[in-house]
Each structure stands twice: as C-alpha cells, then as structure tokens.
C-alpha cells in the first residue's frame, strides 16, 4: 500500500461513496495535463502504426494497445496514481485478498468510428451478476473527450442489481472530460464509446484493476515477463501478477511468484502455505488434533 494512501484518505472515501451509489463518476485534475501530452507523445509511433481493430466491438475505426508500462515509464503515473488505487482496492476488497491489473490499453477512437455497443465489462466473466463488483475501469482522456468525438457514454444508476435486468436504461451521459481529469466506472455499469462525427482523433487509454483472483483480460506474466517485471517496484510488480493470492493461487512451485523476480534463487523450491487467516486456524486445529505416527506401525 502506497506511503500516500492515509493522506488521499477522505477523498478514497468520497468518490468510492459516489462510485458505489450511481456506477460511475469523474475525479477532476488528478495528473497535471503535462504530464499526459509527455505520455501521449510517448505513445505518438504505437497509435501511428497500430493497425485499426478488426470485428464489431473494437470497432474498424478505432486502433488499441497494451503493454503501457514498457511503452512509457509515465504510464505508471496512471497505473499507480494512489487515489485511484485507493477507491479500487475499497471497491472491490469486500471479494478478493488482493486487486490486480486488468489492463492497461490505450486506445484512438477515429473520424467516422460509430458508437459501440453498450455492454458491461464484467460479462467477460461467465460468473454470478448482481452480487459483487469484479472490476473498476478507469478512462484517462490525452485528447478532449467531447459528444462530437465519440467521448464515453454511460448509463448512470446502471449498476450493481441493476445490471440483472435485460432492459436497456433509457437515459444515457455522454460524458465529456479534460486530460488530466478522469472517468471512474464500475465493472456492472453500462457504457460504451460514442460515436465519432468530428474530425478529430480521440485518444486515451483504460486502466483497469479487477478482483485477484481472477484471469485478467490482459495477460500480465506475457505482456511483463520476469525480466520486465524485475524492473518495477515490488508493488508494480505485485500488481501485475507477482504476488499470490490466498490461498496459493497465482504460485510458482509452491511460491509467491515474486521469486522468479530474484537475480538468483534455488532451482527447487519448498512449497508453501499461503492461506486466508481463518484458512491458518483451521489447518492449525487439524493438525495440533492429530495423532498420527511418525513411523507406520508394524
């Protein structure tokens, strides 16, 4: 947890109240705009050669990338900003030991991009709706967002018990942001891009964190491998995927995978416990009631 968290603490708790009551909400100058032209110019060749996407989501007008972070090192400004960090792991702690990184994808909606189909971000996993948050996505504008080039559109109130229901919410925002600022939505929310009828690019990225315990739509151990992930911070790291999630998930012969972040270390390892507390107690109790031999009787 970051050195930062206690002092953004009121705010974490203001905009994850606002988050968790309507699905959605935009948190003003969160990074300075400097500080996302330096990123989007990091980004200038990737958004130039990136071929446009192919199929009906994507969208044959817009072009999409991963890997920020080894693209830009200024993509962790985003990644990591504290209070975004804080509303999420506030969001979602309710349903997982710990938050992981989803994606982080940057994206250019272009001149004639239709308006993409309205969906929720959590139906790409197949589990129950309705009772628990899987994922918080975060839009970061480098262009202006506006109605004209396609900024995102939300269906606010869309959310949590809502998202059960088949019929579409009649009233949706189109929601038009600065850079520097950013949109802040929860996986159950209805949204999806407008269509662009400017003749202007928009672009952005997405910033994702979901529940630890699930498969991420980017896969992170590929997009950052051991000899990327060696180069962040143990959080970067963590984040990414070089931690395990209680009780062994995410392991690496019985380990944390942070291990393999090591210049050095055995070629065989000893497996492990990593449990919840309550998992620890129980396996404790099992064992100090046993009375097994150590030798096997004759």
Known sequence: ??????????????????????????????????????????????????????????????????????????????????????IVRRVLSPWCDTIQLNLAQALALHPGAPPQLPHRDQDMWRGPVGEMEYLVNVMWPFTRYSK??????????????RSILDERPEHELSVELDPGSALVFLGSTLHGAGGNSSDEVRRGAIVSYCLGWLKPYENQWLAYPPQVARRFSPELAALVGYVQHRPNLGNYEGQCPSVLLKQEFP??????????PDQERLVAEFVRNQHWPLEAAS
């Open 148 to 161: 004209a080039n396609g900024a995102t559109l939300v269906w606010p109130d869309s959310h949590g018990l």
């Open 1 to 86: 947890m970051s050195s930062l968290t206690p002092f953004f603490a009121p705010q974490i708790e203001r905009w994850s109240d606002e988050l968790l009551a309507h699905g959605w909400c935009v948190i003003p100058s969160l990074l300075t705009p400097d500080i996302i032209r330096s990123l989007d110019k990091d980004l200038a060749e990737d958004f130039e050669h990136t071929p446009f996407c192919k199929g009906g989501f994507y969208g044959a007008r817009t072009k999409r990338f991963g890997r920020l972070l080894v693209r830009s090192p200024l993509a962790r400004s985003l990644v990591q900003h504290p209070l975004v960090l804080g």
């Open 267 to 276: 070629r065989r390892l000893a497996a492990t416990d990593a449990l919840r």
